[in-house]
């Protein structure tokens, strides 16, 4: 990962308008958001006074017509090009009442980028198991690298605490999960990776929807767009947070007149505290602690949409990691295991779904949590993971799908990705055989499946 500051990715963002200024021009009189940056070299071609044209006309950017001059009603499906999508994106927001000149503003500049197609929806041949992703999002140069962070934020930190119930460890878990404590919140203008978005993948209607708001974030006139930089998704600054995101939960705290992503930490912080509110984060109470499951533990109870009362949970025989009684909890708890019943076991309450709604992911959440708590000087995970469980791959996985449906266990068609309505599945067949119900799809479940179910 790059060492990217603020000033560094504009720049790096603005210099590769400089150099595409031409092919953008298809958008007609250019301006703007880089002008102001030192490092922009002269540009020749850009806004020139009106001459008399020579008249055969380029014949490939004569094939775009400047977005006032068609009419787009509904969310651009396919373009023959991306400079038409982009052009056909602008008719579409003018026709949604985004003013003429914001959009001309945003879009100038904005250019075709393969990598973000590419990058965008791939299937893994291998899904990276939950072990690795924490070893590298929990490392322990990261660890240090947020204590390190930790003096300078500290203040703001607990300021934001007292008023959105959500602490520093919290805070500091999703900042160094999402940017590696700002060290990378990504090099791609907003427009122009939402507009790769739009054109080269099927998320259309989510481009659409962001690129939209995002040209709301730069008419209300307090963010420049060539300083909305993110990630090649469009995820925004420190805390990553879409444009959509950025209109409806981001916080002025620091009371510069808007909320800044980019340069203000009390922003920063009050923003994400106040995603976390707004979806139900729960002041005092913790996120999950690790447990110890007993012998015979009903492993199909572990599944977050299995909640019950952490009562329910000592009467089964759950003990704190450390063989404690566990402590009592206001709501509903759910038990999580991530890597089948030789791994690590988590009791985790309603804030740890709180942070998977900021990122549908476990592996996510789990490293939120754990880098917070070990950034305040908490501990790791203690029990150890299975690395030795050999990975399944995409035919694999595909095959497990199969051989399941096929059982009648599971409906829908195989497409390799192992979600909760697999997992349920492969629990129902580990019942059935009497093996421990984890639900973890593993080399040597598949090769009992083959036995079970051929011939
Ligand atoms: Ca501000």
């Given at each position: ?72 009603t509904t969310c651009p499906a396919n373009a023959a090009s991306y400079q038409e999508w982009v052009a056909r994106f602008g008719a579409y927001a003018l026709h949604q009442g985004e003013p003429e000149p914001v959009i001309r503003t ?248 709180t942070i998977l709604k900021y990122n549908y992911s476990t592996s996510y959440a789990l490293s939120v949590a754990y880098l917070g708590q070990r950034v305040m000087g908490g501990p790791g995970v203690k029990a150890t993971w299975p690395v030795d469980e050999p990975l399944l791959s995409l035919d694999e996985r595909e095959e497990l799908q199969q051989r399941l449906i096929d059982r009648g266990l599971l409906g829908g ?43």
């Open positions: 990962m790059g060492q990217i500051m603020v000033s560094a990715a504009v720049q790096a963002h603005c210099s590769r308008q400089g150099k595409r200024l031409v092919s953008a021009a298809l958008l007609t009189g250019l301006l703007t958001g880089c002008a102001a940056q030192p490092t922009q070299p002269p540009v020749v071609t850009a806004p020139t006074a009106p001459e008399p044209a020579p008249t055969p006309a380029a014949p490939a950017a004569s094939a775009v017509p400047d977005f006032t001059q068609i009419t787009q945003a879009f100038a500049g904005v250019t075709e980028n393969p990598k973000i197609r590419d990058r965008a929806g791939k299937q893994a041949e291998f899904v990276t198991p939950v072990w690795t992703y924490l070893d590298r999002a929990v490392s322990a140069e990261r660890v240090a690298k947020g204590q390190a962070k930790l003096p300078e934020v500290r203040a703001i930190a607990s300021d934001v605490e007292r008023d959105y119930g959500v602490p520093p460890a919290i805070l500091m878990g999703i900042w160094g999960i999402e940017t590696d404590f700002g060290n990378n919140f990504g090099d791609v203008n907003v427009f122009e990776a939402l507009s790769n978005v739009g054109y080269g993948t099927s998320r259309k209607a989510f481009a659409c929807t962001e690129l939209l708001s995002a040209l709301k974030i730069v008419d209300r006139g307090h963010v420049q767009p060539a300083q909305m930089i993110g990630s090649w998704a469009g995820a925004m600054g420190h805390s990553q947070f879409l444009p959509s995101n950025y209109l409806t939960v981001a916080v002025d705290r620091d009371g510069s007149g808007a909320p800044d992503l980019w340069t203000s930490m009390p922003d920063v912080f009050a923003s994400t505290a106040n995603h976390l509110v707004r979806d139900g984060w729960q002041r005092g109470l913790t996120w999950g602690f690790e447990v110890k499951l007993p012998q015979g533990f009903p492993y199909q109870e572990a599944e977050l949409d299995i909640e019950k009362p952490a009562a329910h949970w000592q009467q089964r025989g759950v003990r704190t990691i450390d063989g404690q009684p566990l402590p009592a909890l206001p709501g509903n708890t759910s038990i999580l295991v991530l890597a089948g019943y030789k791994g690590p076991a988590f009791l985790v309450t309603k804030n740890f779904k068609s195989a497409d390799g990705v192992i979600g909760l309505k697999t997992r349920k599945a492969i629990r129902a067949f580990q019942l059935q055989v009497g093996l421990p119900a984890d639900g973890f799809a593993t080399k040597a479940f598949l090769e009992e499946l083959r036995r079970r179910t051929s011939s």
